[in-house]
Every structure is written in structure tokens, then in C-alpha cells.
């Protein structure tokens, strides 16, 4: 009876050095020999900081995939890498150096890009060190950065393709700009809130002194670029006054009225002011009606000389001095509480600024028509595939050039009025373009671009196109879009054949996680804590796919609970085994070996059926419910009767069998304890390469309705104990009438788990005491009532409720005859004392017949 395995669980010693082992053994890394490839590419985080549960959650799904297909024989490649992050890393970088007292302009370029690989290092590392603690089985053979040689050779390569097919193009429009990044950002990049903003009315007075003309704005601080006034021109209010001039207002500017349809006669006061270079619509209208289009703010949002004396002015300091100055010189006519959506980048959290700029732009129209038919790519749940392509319908042309020194140099070279685009300097005297391209335009290329694309590399001929990318709902526009359409026009393919979406995890109370409202959780303290397992398991199988996750403390540990309840199960079959195989003898098997095994053979058909759905929670419930409710509560209850006799070699073989199938099959959930308790009882070197389970036939000879009955009977009569407050120990004289003859070969298991005195299998009763008869399907089964009820306690507790009730009859008719009680007393509660002695006269009665 000796085991290795330590008494309690402890989740810190069994993962210990284990991912070490791994690694070193080379058992992540893709072989190449196999001839049936299964790839993931992870998505790459950013190297901006440290992986959060999101990431986590992300990562577990796509490992929980490629764990089971490793097993199942694949060449499983689960391709690991980062992203530069071109923004985000920038923004890093500088918060980092304005501690230190510098900004990127006192360092310049090259020194600045010393910093930036510095940070990526620095995180990079950290994010290596999470991988590994969630035990994600990534071939670091291939591991891949986006600023890598060979992925900047396909970015190169993708660029000047679609340059030269016309699909690029530069020119000046209305961009999202971020004011303290100070670059263009594309639409995906900015995310609307709802804000309490103000609704302005301004007074435009006509240059000829004949009166003035009211605006309504949320933007005063553009006024100053303001190039005219505009009408609906069927608004009878106006038409007198088309043609006409006004000044901007407090200034001696003047612009002239005009009349466009784009107007809507219904909002603020039918006027709207036009500045081309601050608002897309208004950008449009300055393109019909050939207005001038000037900027009266800098790129850091401050104003410019447009602004007149507000020039160096805040935007929003601006906005502020302006109105006062407005009112006081009573050109103002109203101010309202208005509440907008306003556009806020994503990544530095400012409110984004819609400004004219000469940027790089892709045409999207012809990639996404190709995309749209071509795609063979499937989304799960089926639903996405509708969101997807409702937003390729709808799109617009793609922002891709960046004012930052951190990403894709856009490899375009300028002398004097040529433009060359070119990845190598054409020659002398060129000089390159200073932008560098959006960082999804690089991330696009991520499924081929790590597998050595444009290249016909080995790899790309293996493992392109990819099986099923993992990511979350809020990404899909941002990235999988732009993957599809890119692989399909490059590759000719769908970059993978399914998307698994998952959704955005959530605290307990719903909301979403974020560092604002200081409601994150770090996993590598979760780890820590409970487990990585356990942190897995929860992860993977309390959402169903498509759904948010709400983080909840209990559920992690009631998961740390079913996995020391494995362990324990794993060590009780460590402690009876001799040195066995699990080659079970099949002739030899008893109906509870035939049962358990069956019960193995539909949970491993059901598990894979649920496996490939991604239905992970649905795995996890058929797997806890027969490793806790059959395995566990029943045959290994039995096996400790048939381990002390002739069946113990075979239970001992079945044990060992079974759990071996348990640990392969909550392998990909809980990869390190289910590789000590293989190792340690299975004496294999790992689980990590070992063979998915598959189904063993077996005759179940009536072993199914058999153990079901059998079940039946001891679940009832367990109750039975409850309701009767016996204890379990106590013995019981029972007899089972039934013809089931199979019955009858069981009965040492039945006399054990009924805890019977004496246990008779009979096709009539013979028992000719007072009884107490339980039924089920195809059985009587009567247990002696003096066994159950014992005549002298019973006289006792009934004597005992009589006095009890004597005592409470007395108070109830000794108040109801009180003349003062019943005067003053409230109605109700006369008739809750008159309701009282009616009961308990009842229950009087009763007992006093009981007794007699």
C-alpha cells in the first residue's frame, strides 16, 4: 500500500519543472514527417506589456486544440510570436523616457529605435515566461516577431504588389488623428463613447450689417477653418440670403452662404457651417463646391495661427476661452447639454481629431469583392460570419500610413518630384518615405508570413493554409478581416479553415476588465494560487463559444477541487496496484468491469464529439461527471471489495486502463497534473505524444440496465437511512425479490453497499416480520422495520412531542380565554393563535393514536 504521490494535492510541486521538460525533450516542436498537418498561428500578443487573462483564456483554447491533435497523430504546429504594436509600443517607450527627463526628438531616430528593441526585449521575455506558466506547447523552433527579416521582406513585398496593381494609393483626405501620438489612425482604431458634450449656437453676421445667420456646433475651435455657411436649398427660411457673406464670428473673416442637399433641415437651426479640413462630411462638400481647405490646428492639437490671438492655445483650453469671448461679445444665442459619440483612440485614450492629411491609403473595394467570394473560411459560432461580412460590405478604404519612428518603414523613396516605391533605395539622393505602415497591415500577413512567405519555404508548403484561428469577437474587424482578404489575394487561399470566437472576460459583476477601473486580475497570481491547471480548466469551460467570461474566484477553486479529487482517485489506484499492465483479460471482466468500460467507451465518443464542436464545456461536463458521479462514487467503491479477492489482478487492469483514458482525455485541459500522475503511476516518460484514446469494443452482456438497477437500489435505500436518521454503519436485515438472476452473483457488493445484517435474493418474500418495501424496475426490495423503527426510542420521541404539545395547547386556549387578550389583541392575531390550537390539537390527536 505505498504510493509516491504526496497525501494532498499541491498544485506548486506538480507543475514544477515540468514545462522545463518539455521543451528540452522537443516535444512542441513539429516534425515535418507526418502527413497530416494541423496548424495554429497564435495571435501575437503585443510587446507592450505583460499578458493578461484575456491572453490567457485565448491561449488555453488554442492549446487545448493542439494538445488533442498532437495526440491524435497530427504534425501539430502551434506557431508562437509577438507584435511590435507600432502606437502602443511608441507610446510605451516615450511615457518611459519622459520619466527620465527626454523625449524621441532629443534622441532622434536611430537612438529612439535603441529603445524601442530595448522594451520589446524586455517584454518580450516576460511574455515568454507567461507562456510558459500557462503551458502553452509552442514550437519555439519557428517563433516569429512581426519587425522580424523575413516578415518585413513580406510586408515590402505586399505593399509594392498592391502599389503597382493600383490597389495603393496616396492622397489627401480626412484621417483620425491622434493628437499626442501624433499620427493618422485608421477607423478600427478609434472607439466611440457616449459623452455629456455641449451644443453651441454662434451668431454669423452678414457683412453688409442686414442681420445674422445662428449655427449650432459641438466644435467651436474650428471656426477658424470655417470656408462658408451652408443651406438646404429648398429651405424657404434661407433662400434669400444664398450668395450672401458673413464674418466668422468676432473675426473679419469672411465667408460666403451656399446651398447643398447634404444639409438637414431638421437639425439645430437648418445652417451648418462648412470646414473641409476638420470633418469628413464637410470635406465632401468642399471637394463639390471647390472650397479652400485650411488647417487652424497643429498635429499636437494645439491651435495655429488661423486662430488668431488663440494661436498655441489647447484645442480645448481653445474651445473654452473662445465661448467666453463669444458671449461677451453677445454673439452667442444658446448654449445646450447635448450628449454625442465621441471618437477616442484606442490606444493612447485622446479624443480623436478628424484632420485633413496626406496619407497612404489601400482601395478596399476589389479586395473585399474577392474576399466575399472566394472565402471558404468558417466562423464558430455561425453568427460571426454574418458580423464579418456585414462590415466588409460597409467598408472604406484603409488608412495604412503612421506618423511614428516604431514599425514597417513604407518603403517609397522621394527625389525631388519622383516617387519610386521600392523596398531597396533606387540610388543616390533618394530619400524614404517617414511613415511607417499601420501595424495591422503587417499583422494581415501573420498566417503565411511566419511560415517564410513569399518564399515557397518547406513550412509554407506544410502548414498553409492553417486549421482554426482562436481570437475574441472584438478583434474580428481589426485583424481576421484583414487576414482574409490579404491571404485570399496573395495566397489564393483562406488564411484558415475555421475561427473559433471567443468573448471578452469580465469581473463577477459583468463589467469589463480594464486598469481604469482597477478591476483586473492578473493570471500569473492565479497560477500561483490555484494552479495553472485549475486556472485552464475554468478558463475553457465555463463560456460557451462566441461568450463573454465572468471571472469568479469560486468557480477556480471548486476547479482546484475536481482536480484534487483526480488526484486522489489516482492515488487510491496507485496504492493497489501490483505490477500490472492495463491488458485487461475481457472474458474475465464482471459486470461492473464491463459497465465502467462501456461508460469509458460513450464518454470518449461523446468527448470527441464535442471536442471538435469547440464545445469545451460540454467535454468538461461529460468528463467531471463520469471521473466524479460513475469512476469514482461507484467503481472505484467496488474495486475495493473486488481488489481482496480472485478478481483483483483484472480490477486492478481495468483501474489502470480506465485511468489512463481519464488523464489523455483531460490532457489538453489540465496539462500538468494529468503528465505527473502519468508518469508517476504509468511509468511513461510523457503524455504529451501519447495516443488519443479511442473506443475498445466490449460486450456489455446486460452489465448497463444491470448496474443501473444496482445503483437504484443502493441510492434508495441510502436516502431511505437519511430520511430516517439511521446511521450508515448500522446493519440491516434486507430481502430483494426480483428475477434478475444476475443479482445473485453480486451479492457480496450488494450486502457491502446496503450494509446489511443478513441479505436474501429471492423470487417471493420470505421474510415474515413487518417490513418496509422499497420499489424499482424489476425488484421489491423489503428492509425489516424493527431494524428501521425501534419501538422504545419511538414511544419516547412521540412521549416527547405529546408533553411539547400538552404544554403549547394550555398557553394557546389559556390566551384565547382572556377576556383582555381578545379585546386588544389585533384581528389577525386572534386568528393566528385560533389557527395554532387547531394544529396543534391535530398533531395531539395523532400522536396520542400512535402511542395507543
Same mark, same amino acid.
Given at each position: ?23 528540452? $525533450? ?17 495571435? =501575437? =500578443? ?12 485565448? #491561449? ?20 508562437? /510570436? ?165 464674418? +466668422? ?36 462638400? /468642399? ?98 460570419? $454574418? ?38 533605395? *533606387? ?60 491571404? +485570399? ?5 483562406? =488564411?484558415?479553415?475555421?475561427?473559433? +470566437? ?12 480594464? $486598469? ?14 490555484? #494552479? ?120 486492478? &487492469? ?73 446511521? *450508515?454503519? &448500522? ?102 393563535? $385560533? ?16 402511542? #395507543?
Amino acid at each position: 500500500m505505498a504510493t509516491t504521490l504526496e497525501t494532498k494535492y499541491n498544485h506548486l510541486e506538480v507543475e514544477k519543472d515540468l514545462y522545463k521538460f518539455w521543451v528540452e $525533450k522537443g516535444y512542441f516542436k513539429a516534425t515535418g514527417q507526418k502527413q497530416n498537418p494541423f496548424t495554429i498561428v497564435i495571435p =501575437p =500578443p503585443n510587446v507592450t506589456g505583460k499578458l493578461h487573462l484575456g491572453h490567457a483564456w485565448d #491561449g488555453t483554447l488554442q492549446d487545448i486544440i493542439i494538445r488533442r491533435k498532437r495526440m491524435q497523430g497530427y504534425d501539430a504546429l502551434f506557431l508562437p /510570436g509577438m507584435d511590435h504594436a507600432g502606437i502602443a509600443t511608441q507610446a510605451k517607450v516615450d511615457e518611459r523616457l519622459k520619466k527620465s527627463g527626454i523625449s524621441r526628438y532629443d534622441l532622434g531616430r536611430e537612438k529612439f529605435l535603441e529603445q524601442a528593441w530595448a522594451w520589446k526585449d524586455e517584454y518580450a521575455n516576460h511574455i515568454k515566461n507567461q507562456w510558459g506558466v500557462l503551458g502553452l506547447s509552442l514550437d519555439y523552433s519557428r517563433e516569429r516577431f512581426t519587425l522580424d527579416d523575413k516578415l518585413s521582406e513580406a510586408v515590402g513585398h505586399v505593399f509594392v504588389s498592391l502599389y503597382n496593381k493600383g490597389l495603393i494609393y496616396r492622397g489627401n483626405r480626412i484621417i483620425n488623428w491622434d493628437v499626442e501620438a501624433k499620427t493618422a489612425l485608421s477607423n478600427i482604431e478609434v472607439e466611440f463613447v457616449e459623452t455629456k458634450s455641449k451644443l453651441y449656437y454662434f451668431r454669423y453676421t452678414f457683412t453688409d450689417q442686414s442681420g445674422y445667420l445662428v449655427i449650432a456646433t459641438t466644435r467651436p475651435e474650428t471656426m477658424f477653418a470655417d470656408q462658408a455657411l451652408m443651406v438646404h436649398p429648398d429651405d424657404p427660411r434661407y433662400q434669400a440670403f444664398i450668395g450672401k457673406k458673413v464674418f +466668422i464670428p468676432n473675426t473679419n473673416v469672411e465667408i460666403p452662404v451656399i446651398a447643398d442637399d447634404y444639409v438637414d433641415m431638421t437639425f439645430g437651426t437648418g445652417v451648418v457651417k462648412v470646414t473641409p479640413a476638420h470633418d469628413p462630411n464637410d470635406f465632401e462638400v /468642399g471637394k463639390r463646391h471647390h472650397l479652400a481647405m485650411p488647417l487652424c490646428m497643429n498635429e499636437d492639437g494645439t491651435m495655429n495661427e488661423m486662430a488668431l490671438q488663440y494661436k498655441g492655445l489647447e484645442r480645448f483650453n481653445c474651445r473654452k476661452q473662445l465661448v467666453q469671448d463669444l458671449e461677451a461679445a453677445h454673439l452667442v444665442e444658446k448654449i445646450e447639454d447635448y450628449e454625442n459619440s465621441v471618437g477616442h483612440s484606442e490606444r493612447t485614450g485622446v479624443v480623436v481629431e478628424p484632420r485633413l492629411s496626406l496619407q497612404w491609403f489601400v482601395s478596399m473595394k476589389p479586395l473585399v469583392e474577392q474576399a466575399l467570394e472566394l472565402s471558404t473560411t468558417e466562423f464558430v459560432p455561425k453568427r460571426f460570419d $454574418k458580423v464579418y461580412k456585414n462590415w466588409l460590405a460597409n467598408i472604406e478604404d484603409w488608412c495604412i500610413s503612421r506618423q511614428l519612428w516604431w514599425g514597417h518603414r513604407i518603403p517609397v523613396w522621394y527625389k525631388g518630384d519622383e516617387v519610386v516605391v521600392s523596398v531597396t533605395k *533606387p540610388g543616390d539622393d533618394y530619400i524614404q518615405d517617414e511613415d511607417v505602415l499601420d501595424t495591422w497591415f503587417s499583422s494581415a500577413l501573420w498566417p503565411f508570413s511566419t511560415l517564410g512567405w513569399p518564399e515557397e519555404t518547406e513550412d509554407y508548403k506544410k502548414y498553409y493554409p492553417t486549421q482554426v484561428l482562436v481570437t475574441g469577437y472584438d478583434i474580428i474587424f481589426f485583424w481576421v478581416a484583414r487576414m482574409l482578404f490579404q491571404g +485570399i489575394e496573395f495566397t489564393k487561399q483562406s =488564411p484558415f479553415k475555421e475561427v473559433l +470566437i471567443h468573448g471578452l472576460v469580465r469581473d463577477e459583476t459583468g463589467k469589463k476588465m480594464s $486598469k481604469s477601473l482597477g478591476n483586473g486580475v492578473d493570471p500569473m497570481d492565479v497560477s500561483n494560487t490555484y #494552479g495553472t491547471d485549475a486556472l485552464r480548466y475554468f478558463l475553457s469551460t465555463n463560456a460557451a463559444p462566441g461568450q463573454d467570461l465572468r471571472y469568479e474566484t469560486e468557480k477556480v477553486e471548486s476547479s482546484w477541487n475536481f482536480i484534487n479529487k483526480l488526484w486522489n482517485i489516482a492515488r487510491f489506484i496507485d496504492m493497489n496496484l501490483d505490477d500490472v499492465s492495463d491488458m485487461y483479460d475481457e472474458a474475465s471482466l464482471t459486470i461492473f468491469d464491463r459497465w465502467i468500460l462501456t461508460r469509458l467507451n460513450s464518454v470518449i465518443e461523446e468527448s470527441d464529439l464535442n471536442y471538435e464542436k469547440y464545445e469545451f464545456g460540454e467535454v468538461s461536463r461529460t468528463l467531471y461527471n463520469f471521473i466524479w458521479d460513475e469512476f469514482a462514487s461507484w467503481y472505484v467503491e467496488i474495486a475495493k471489495l473486488s481488489l481482496r479477492d480472485h478478481r483483483k489482478e483484472n480490477t486492478q &487492469k481495468v483501474l489502470i486502463y480506465v485511468l489512463k483514458q481519464i488523464l489523455k482525455l483531460l490532457h489538453p485541459f489540465m496539462p500538468f497534473v494529468t503528465e505527473r500522475l502519468y508518469q508517476s503511476i504509468l511509468k511513461e516518460e510523457t503524455i504529451v505524444t501519447a495516443p488519443w484514446p479511442v473506443v475498445k469494443p466490449i460486450e456489455t452482456k446486460n452489465s448497463m440496465s444491470l448496474m443501473q438497477t444496482i445503483t437504484e437500489m443502493i441510492t434508495k435505500v441510502r436516502q431511505l437511512r437519511q430520511e430516517m436518521s439511521i446511521t *450508515p454503519s &448500522k446493519p440491516l436485515k434486507v430481502e430483494i425479490v426480483s428475477n434478475i438472476n444476475e443479482l445473485n452473483d453480486v451479492t457480496d457488493m450488494l450486502s457491502a453497499f446496503l450494509k446489511t445484517s443478513e441479505l436474501s435474493i429471492s423470487s417471493k418474500l420470505t421474510i415474515k416480520e413487518e417490513t418496509i418495501l422499497i420499489t424499482g424496475s424489476g425488484y421489491e426490495l423489503y428492509i425489516l422495520k424493527s431494524d428501521i423503527i425501534s419501538v422504545e426510542e419511538e414511544q419516547k420521541k412521540l412521549q416527547k412531542e405529546l408533553e411539547f404539545l400538552e404544554k403549547e395547547l394550555t398557553r394557546v386556549k389559556n390566551m384565547l380565554s382572556n377576556a383582555n387578550f381578545l379585546e386588544r389583541a389585533k384581528p389577525e392575531k386572534v386568528l393566528e393563535e $385560533k389557527n395554532k390550537l387547531e394544529n396543534y390539537q391535530t398533531q395531539y390527536d395523532s400522536i396520542k393514536k400512535r402511542l #395507543g
